[in-house]
């Protein structure tokens, strides 16, 4: 069985990109905090004063989304049988690739701190050895290719009506990896949409992603035989 690779795309997370650091919404989080506003999350919570003028401001600061995806993930019997290959591809064309062992903490501010650290320097943790996770600068294209992926499987609220089963058996079939929008508002770019060579919609309203990641795990179980009893 080969496993079944899922991207995170256009993932609300970053640090506090330079253009708002003096900002008192962002000075006033960094006072607090003891940092440099460059070196923190971008949270709309904290910053969304601050934010408004942002490029693509509906789809930034929230990564919330992106903490409770991977800790379902991660965490999921797939992921446990070595069956998931996980990726983040942010907002602003970074990936972070994820070893499958790795242990998301369940506490928000720790997974806070430690984004905070891989943006920072590229890794985490940071020093010698193998990371357990690390970014590298590179759009969603360059990323198929690296993981050897043959076609996306974008889900969205525009796509076509299709069950996890479904999508799952075409993505397994054509070794497809599949695109899940990691954002709170808003569309994929058009150049996201011009990757895909199929786009779902798994239900009649709007999921949150964690829901839609939960649900294609699970019907890849089944679609595995994980839960089989012989």
């Given amino acids: 069985m080969k496993p079944l690779s899922i991207v995170l795309i256009e993932s609300s997370i970053e640090l506090v990109p330079e253009s708002i650091w003096g900002h008192p919404a962002v000075l006033n989080t960094a006072r607090r905090r003891r940092k440099k506003p460059g070196e923190m999350l971008l949270d709309k919570s904290l910053h969304y004063y601050a934010m408004k003028d942002l490029t693509n401001f509906e789809k930034r600061g929230r990564p919330d989304i992106v903490h409770i995806s991977l800790l379902n993930a991660l965490g999921s019997p797939l992921n446990k049988r070595g069956l998931l290959k996980l990726y983040v ?3 602003n064309e970074l990936v972070i690739f994820i070893d499958p062992r790795t242990r998301i903490p369940r506490n928000y501010n720790r997974f806070v701190g430690l984004f905070e650290q891989l943006l920072k320097y590229g890794r985490a943790p940071p020093g010698a050895g193998e990371p357990l996770l690390y970014v590298k600068e590179m759009n969603l294209r360059s990323l198929l290719t690296e993981i050897g992926s043959k076609c996306l499987i974008l ?36 150049t996201t949409y011009s990757l895909a060579r199929s786009i779902y919609s798994i239900y009649s309203e709007v999921l949150e992603a964690w829901i839609v990641v939960s649900r294609i795990i699970e019907a890849c179980e089944r679609f595995y035989g994980i839960y089989s009893e012989t």
């Fill in 89 to 91: 591809h942010t907002v």
């Fill in 155 to 190: 889900l969205s609220e525009e796509g076509v009506k299709a069950s996890p089963d479904r999508v799952i058996e075409e993505a397994c079939s054509a070794g497809c990896a599949i695109g899940i929008g990691c954002f709170p508002h808003g569309s994929f770019s058009e």
